[in-house]
């Protein structure tokens, strides 16, 4: 049904539009009660072998939505309703930007995918702070939140201005996302080189400290996928010493060449980050290199061309404790994550493993040995 609907309704849109149709949708059933249990009850039903602990936190499963969707926290409970056990709101800047100029959001329906070069388009974190701070919870759900640098602050600056908002928002954040890994604002990846992370995870972890002194906040990294292995390597040996509590792997990619697109090439030529399928056996990658890397030491979340159970699964053998998807949503609708969850169900009954935290990370160890 989702899928006829997209191809005679979304898919003659405008993508940004249709995004915010479909968005506005979402956030009006969740205010309406009946409507909004209804649907949880179709959308969201519960598997208690799924039930996942990470980052000192318990969810309901280890799916959630990827940071990118509900970029202002405006929706956490509508995403809650379609069956996402955490949503990761943002990326949220310090200050509030409309992001680059549109049109900025293209799909590529024969892959599966999508480019952007939104550019942090954002109310800023001292709106978002106050959304969430005033927010009341219709369904129990993790929320992370996702920070990144606002375009016009000139990279020396960058740290004070994640500082910025981490002490507005982490005493609101189940977790918090340094993200220097988005390929749409200028010298953000810069900040993935160790020199240049190491003072600003370490400020945004005092930042946290010092914001948030009843509880600890768990503070994650996410990478992208181009990065070289040595590089992969580098990010995941200083996030064990720093004491980081995970690594989302991966971002978006800028990368067209390889990855058997077959799109217009007036598509696939535009700038921006690639995500969707394509995406999916490079992150996969990383994941499993990361994972081969610190093991059990520090959580880590699957990204990245996540469209079905089974890529969901491979997620967690690989060593992916939590898995997240976006563009495939895109595409599959509001069962997208019920079919997750009852795949994964099925598998993890198939499989050798008793719980789903016994199967994290078995593919990659078995190929260690």
């Known amino acids: 049904m989702y899928r006829l609907f997209f191809q005679l309704v979304f898919k003659r849109m405008d993508p940004e ?34 039930r996942t602990e990470a980052l000192g936190l318990r969810m ?9 969707f509900d970029k202002n926290a405006v929706a956490v409970d509508g995403m809650a309703m379609l069956g996402f056990d955490h949503v990761e709101i943002g990326t949220v800047t310090g200050e509030a930007q409309p992001g680059n100029p549109k049109r900025r959001l293209f799909r590529l329906v024969p892959d599966r995918a999508l480019i952007n070069r939104m550019g942090f388009n954002n109310e800023g974190s001292a709106a978002v ?16 939140v996702n920070i990144g640098k606002t375009k016009a602050v000139p990279e020396a600056d960058a740290v004070a201005d994640y500082v910025k908002s981490t002490e507005r928002l982490a005493a609101h954040a189940d977790y918090l996302v340094v993200n220097v890994s988005s390929p749409n604002t200028p010298g953000l990846r810069n900040l ?19 914001t948030v002194t009843g509880r600890r906040v768990p503070l994650l990294v996410k990478i992208a996928p181009d990065l070289a292995d040595d590089d992969i390597d580098a990010v995941a040996d200083l996030a064990v010493e720093l004491g980081l509590d995970g690594i989302i792997a991966t971002n978006t990619t800028v990368a067209r060449d390889g990855l058997g697109l077959t799109s217009a090439p007036s598509l696939v030529e ?18 499993s290199r990361l994972y081969a890397r610190v093991g059990s030491r520090i959580t880590l979340v699957g990204v990245g061309g996540v469209e079905t159970a089974e890529d969901a699964w491979q997620r967690i053998l690989a060593g992916a404790t939590l898995v997240q ?29 008793a719980t789903l935290a016994e199967a994290v990370g078995a593919q990659t160890r078995k190929a260690a040995q």
Do not use: C, N
């Not at 535009?270 to 994941?287: D, I, N, Q, W, Y």
């Open 17 to 50: 539009r249709a995004h915010h149709l479909a968005f506005r949708w979402i956030r009006l059933a969740a205010r309406v009660p009946v409507l909004r249990t209804l649907a949880a009850a179709v959308l969201a039903p519960r598997y208690t072998q799924l």
């Open 60 to 68: 309901h499963g280890p799916f959630g939505l990827a940071a990118g």
């Open 129 to 144: 702070a106050a959304r969430l701070a005033a927010r009341r919870p219709v369904f129990r759900t993790t929320v992370g």
């Open 192 to 210: 993935q080189a160790t020199e240049a992370l190491r003072p600003l995870l370490t400020a945004v972890r005092e930042a946290a400290d010092r």
């Open 270 to 287: 535009e700038t921006g980050g690639l995500s969707g399928a394509p995406l999916k056996a490079r992150s996969l990658e990383v994941l």
């Open 325 to 353: 998807g976006y563009s495939a949503f895109i595409y599959e609708g509001p069962f997208y994550a019920r079919a997750i969850h009852k795949g994964l169900a099925a598998r993890l009954a198939a499989s050798p493993h």
